[in-house]
C-alpha cells in the first residue's frame, strides 16, 4: 500500500513539473512577439524621423538619405515610427502567427 502511495505522489509531482514546464514554454512564446515593419516606398518623402524616434535603432537610411528596415528582430512594437511619420508612410504589425499562439495562450 506504501507502494501505490509513492507511486501516486511520484506521478503526482511529475505532473505538477510537466505543468510547469508547459506553462514555462507558453509564456515564452507568448513573450516573444515579432513585428512586420514596412515602408511606403510612394509616400515615403525620406525625412528620417522614423529613424530618429526609434528607440531600438531598427530603421536606418541609406546613402541616398531612404530609410530601411535594418534590425526587425529588434523591434519592440513601440509603434514610435509610425505616429511619427508625417506621411503614413511606415506600418508596424504583430506578425500573425504570434498574435494567434498569444490569444489561445
Ligand atoms: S515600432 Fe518602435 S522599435 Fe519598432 S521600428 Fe518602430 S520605433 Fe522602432
Ligand atoms: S518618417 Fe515616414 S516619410 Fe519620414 S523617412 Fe520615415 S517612413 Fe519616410
Not at 33 to 41: G, L
Not at 49 to 67: H, N, V, W
Request: charged share 30%; hydrophobic share 30%.
Amino acid at each position: 500500500m506504501a507502494d501505490q502511495s509513492n507511486t501516486k505522489d511520484s506521478l503526482d509531482e511529475r505532473g505538477t513539473e510537466k505543468n510547469a514546464a508547459s506553462e514555462s514554454s507558453q509564456k515564452t512564446v507568448a513573450e516573444k512577439k515579432e513585428y512586420q515593419i514596412d515602408i511606403f516606398r510612394d509616400w515615403c518623402k525620406s525625412c528620417g524621423i522614423c529613424t530618429a524616434f526609434c528607440p531600438r535603432g531598427c530603421i536606418e537610411l541609406d546613402d541616398s538619405g531612404s530609410p530601411f528596415v535594418k534590425d526587425q528582430a529588434s523591434c519592440s512594437g513601440c509603434g514610435w515610427c509610425e505616429v511619427h511619420c508625417p506621411d503614413f508612410a511606415i506600418s508596424v504589425r504583430q506578425k500573425f502567427l504570434q498574435a494567434t499562439q498569444a490569444k489561445l495562450d
